[in-house]
Each structure stands twice: as structure tokens, then as C-alpha cells.
């Protein structure tokens, strides 16, 4: 079992940066794809972001390309999103999840954090 907590979210303006991080407990991550998923309000959830366990392959959902990095550190069982010229749609709460490599489906992910919220003022 993987237990999942992220960090870092907040308020920022919209041009800024935020970097979210996600620990992992309960067992290492490092054969796991990791991701991050966001939910706007009252939108349905959306994938944002994916890392294979090696880190040697990303997958951006195309609204946050070129903006956001997914990057992971298996030694600290860490998972973070740079989250760069954030815009006010880019408000959501944001999950870290772990499970199937390179899916964009929730159903593929079997663990999932309690979520951070990140507020983009205009």
C-alpha cells in the first residue's frame, strides 16, 4: 500500500510559479508511473501529468504543456509538478496519484493523495 501526501499548493498570481510535491510512505514508488490529476470547480477531474518510474518519459496534457514539469526523485520517493505562467483556469485541486505507466486514465492509478489546492488570481 502507497500512501500519498502532497504539498505546496496555495495562492499565487497568474504568471507565477508553484512547485508541488508529493511524498510517498508505505512502499517505494520506483516501479510505479506517477502522475498528476486536477479538478476544477465544478469541472471533472483531468489528467495533467505522467512520469514513467525510470523518469525517462513525461506525458503532458496539452493545456499544460510547455508550462508544467513532472519530474521525480525515487531515492527520496518524491514526485513534484513545476507548475510555471500559471493562468486563473489552472485553478484546481491538484492529485498526486501512482500507478499504471503512461496512462492518462484515472481508473489506471490505484493510489491517490488527498489533494492541494492551487488558487490563480487574475
Known amino acids: 500500500q502507497v500512501h500519498l501526501v502532497e504539498s505546496g499548493g496555495g495562492w499565487v498570481q497568474a504568471g507565477g510559479s508553484v512547485r508541488l510535491s508529493c511524498a510517498a510512505s508505505?512502499?517505494?514508488?520506483?516501479?510505479?508511473?506517477m502522475g498528476w490529476f486536477r479538478q476544477a470547480p465544478g469541472k471533472e477531474r483531468e489528467f495533467a501529468a505522467s512520469i514513467t518510474w525510470t523518469g525517462g518519459i513525461t506525458d503532458y496534457a496539452d493545456s499544460v504543456k510547455g508550462r508544467f514539469t513532472i519530474s521525480r526523485d525515487n531515492a527520496k520517493n518524491t514526485v513534484y509538478l513545476q507548475m510555471n505562467s500559471l493562468k486563473p483556469e489552472d485553478t484546481a485541486v491538484y492529485y498526486c496519484?501512482?500507478?499504471?505507466?503512461?496512462?492518462?486514465?484515472?481508473?489506471?492509478?490505484?493510489?491517490w493523495g488527498q489533494g492541494t489546492q492551487v488558487t490563480v488570481s487574475s
Open positions: 496519484v501512482g500507478g499504471r505507466e503512461g496512462s492518462r486514465r484515472s481508473d489506471d492509478y490505484d493510489y
Open positions: 508505505g512502499h517505494a514508488i520506483v516501479y510505479y508511473g
